[in-house]
């Protein structure tokens, strides 16, 4: 069963796209809660039919009594002759069930531990070595999809016009990076799996997630659904994570790993992935993930027209580059299956698209909220000590101040009003306000920047906006044996949401999914 965190609240228009088990003639149907307010686990029903005889298995003789069949007479023994035919029939129709069953057990199978069997699989021979299927997973983490088109990046390029490549792929609301990181892994969003921002607070948990705190945001209590490498491991491959947000939480921890560290090289991760490859046959990982955050933190610092991101965008291309390089060395370039995606776009922004809202709100409705959360949205909460009416009069203060101005440049909900297609009001851990700013403007107070300073505002570049911006676009590309099966050369497909991602990884490794929003069941739209 997937557990999802405290504090999800029923969604009737919820697209959540169950994954349905056939074996034999028996099947699970899974269903995901659409009560998470009151308890922090998936609620599974099961119904479990018991194997059922085909028809005209016992039916000829099963009407006959001890009586019948104990005189010796020769109709007696043509029917005797009868069961004896039929039951032969059985034995062999038994044996058959067995040996699926025995088969199953062998890719499904759990050891002492919780050690996990590695499936039978087709192997692939690099001339020395064989190597199960094996799928290589990079976040290059605020790429916007665009900056692919700035000619400094070859190494894509030709990575995609070798595989297939997305028009763009849409982030998950809101576009930032934990909540996204994490429908990547899980195919979840970010109200189904619980982090539905880098900062906010759960009224249940009464605690405060932050992601730059490791202490809290690797504690299991968070974090819901079941990442890619998790179901990996459940089913019998061995997986390792480098940096991935979220990797370090106990419950999921990968085979292997790799903890932040913020100094480690692209290269560098792209070495440790190589020595993974290199290990003996029992040892090695078949999923591998790589997080890399360089572009985001460039893209901040100066913004996408930053006259530094140009370079930093040159360096992961090179990463890439000799992660290729490195599987050619190993005769591994067309066994092994890379898929490369990011989280979310970039925006530029600058001192004249700020907003102070404590020059929105009165004085009395600050004192009695909380602080702000998912920034740079403005979420906010009242206290628990506040007016009853907190919530409502905060949202006609700054729902009238945008009457009042020309362009207020930001939209205000209550969370129960959020627009459906932002899949953000499901859970309590998203605050009773939902303030969006529109694209480059940023929501925030006097005390993070002093407008009469004279200096730029920081950071220069911003992303959390609406996800269907064309300035949050993601990319997504892949290559390798698989996709060769399903797709030519230099496929275009058509754009998707990130929820997607897990499907398709699952597919690849002939994976069976856990419970996720994907609705294209790991098959992407070509479209040139």
Not at 498 to 517: C, S, T
């Amino acid at each position: 069963m997937v557990p999802l965190p405290a504090g999800y609240s029923s969604r009737n228009d919820s697209s959540l796209s169950l994954r349905t088990r056939r074996n034999m003639n028996e099947e699970e149907e899974h269903l995901i809660s659409q009560d998470y307010s009151e308890q922090d686990h998936f609620l599974e029903k099961e119904n479990n039919n018991s194997t059922r005889r085909p028809r005209g298995f016992w039916d000829v003789d099963e009407d006959f009594d001890d009586e019948e069949l104990g005189e010796p007479h020769h109709h007696q023994l043509q029917h005797k002759k009868s069961i004896w035919y039929h039951l032969r029939f059985a034995f062999i129709g038994i044996g058959i069930g067995l040996l699926f069953l025995i088969l199953k057990l062998s890719v499904m199978a759990v050891g002492h531990h919780g050690e996990h069997m590695r499936p039978v699989e087709r192997l692939y021979s690099n001339g020395t070595h064989q190597f199960a299927p094996t799928l290589i997973l990079i976040s290059l983490d605020g790429f916007r999809n665009d900056y692919l088109n700035r000619n400094v990046t070859p190494h894509l390029s030709q990575f995609a016009s070798q595989g297939i490549r997305a028009e763009y792929m849409n982030p998950s609301f809101p576009s930032i990076t934990f909540p996204n990181h994490w429908t990547l892994a899980t195919g979840l969003y970010p109200e189904a799996h619980g982090i539905v921002g880098n900062e906010f607070y759960d009224p249940q948990l009464q605690s405060m997630f932050i992601h730059k705190r490791p202490a809290i945001s690797s504690q299991s209590r968070w974090w819901g659904g079941e990442p890619i490498w998790t179901t990996s491991k459940l089913q019998g491959r061995k997986s390792a994570v480098i940096m991935w947000p979220g990797s370090p939480v106990p419950k999921f921890e990968p085979d292997y790993f790799v903890d932040y560290e913020r100094g480690i090289t692209a290269q560098h991760k792209m070495e440790t992935a190589l020595g993974w490859l290199d290990m003996p046959f029992e040892e090695r990982p078949q999923m591998i993930s790589i997080y890399v955050p360089q572009v985001d933190q460039k893209g901040h610092g100066g913004g996408p027209e930053g006259g530094q991101l140009n370079g930093v965008l040159t360096q992961m291309d090179d990463a890439v580059g000799f992660l290729l390089k490195g599987l050619k060395e190993r005769n591994l370039d067309s066994h092994v299956n890379i898929v490369i995606v990011s989280d979310h776009g970039m925006a530029q922004t600058d001192k004249s698209r700020l907003i102070f809202y404590e020059d929105i709100l009165s004085k009395e409705t600050l004192s009695h909220l909380r602080q702000r959360e998912a920034w740079p949205l403005l979420s906010l909460r009242p206290k628990d000590d506040a007016p009853e009416d907190t919530v409502n009069r905060v949202y006609e203060e700054l729902y009238n101040y945008t009457q009042s101005v020309d362009d207020a440049h930001f939209q205000v909900y209550l969370r129960e009003d959020v627009p459906e297609r932002f899949h953000y009001r499901g859970t309590e851990r998203i605050a009773p306000i939902v303030t969006i700013p529109d694209v480059g403007y940023s929501i925030i107070s006097h005390k993070d920047y002093n407008i009469t300073s004279g200096k730029p505002y920081r950071p220069m570049g911003i992303h959390g906006y609406d996800n269907l911006a064309m300035e949050m676009r993601a990319i997504f590309m892949a290559r390798g044996p698989r996709i060769d099966q399903w797709y030519s050369k230099g496929t275009i497909v058509a754009p998707f949401f990130n929820v997607e991602v897990y499907g398709f990884v699952a597919k690849i490794l002939n994976l069976d999914p856990a419970p996720n929003n994907g609705t294209l069941n790991g098959e992407l739209v070509p479209i040139a």
